[in-house]
Nanobody, 126 residues
Framework: QLQLVESGGSSVQPGGSLRLSCVVS????????IGWFRQDPGKARKGVSC????????NAADSVKGRFTISRDNAENTVYLQMNSLKPEDTAVYYC???????????????????WGQGTQVTVSS
């Protein structure tokens, strides 16, 4: 059974850092793009960052460029999202998602992803 489990969410002060992890099971991570998305209550899920299957290509939303870094360790079946210089507007539930890599690149459209984790809460507040 294909499964993604996020962890690492917490409450931090503005300017702080967090590292989110997405551990996958039930499939070989080598063939899948992984995306990180976030969602506020009552709002649509938005793309944050994504990485292609071999880690050679990434994408990031303008709002997080220079602050968030996505990486993956296929041997550990884990994808990470390092978040630095956190702002209150980064507060949201963060989800990781997977889709088979058929293009050699990843996209930040939630509709393109087939498998989703349950989410982890990130709160940035003083």
């Amino acid at each position: 059974q294909l499964q993604l489990v996020e962890s690492g969410g917490s409450s931090v002060q503005p300017g702080g850092s967090l590292r989110l992890s997405c551990v996958v099971s039930g499939f070989t991570l080598d063939y899948y793009n992984i995306g990180w998305f976030r969602q506020d209550p009552g709002k649509a899920r938005k793309g944050v960052s994504c990485i292609n299957s071999d880690g050679s290509g990434t994408n990031a939303a303008d709002s997080v460029k220079g602050r968030f870094t996505i990486s993956r360790d296929n041997a550990e079946n884990t994808v990470y999202l390092q978040m630095n210089s956190l702002k209150p507007e980064d507060t949201a539930v963060y989800y990781c998602a997977a889709v088979r890599d058929r293009l050699g690149r990843c996209v930040l459209s939630a509709a393109r992803y087939d498998y989703w984790g349950q989410g982890t809460q990130v709160t940035v507040s003083s």
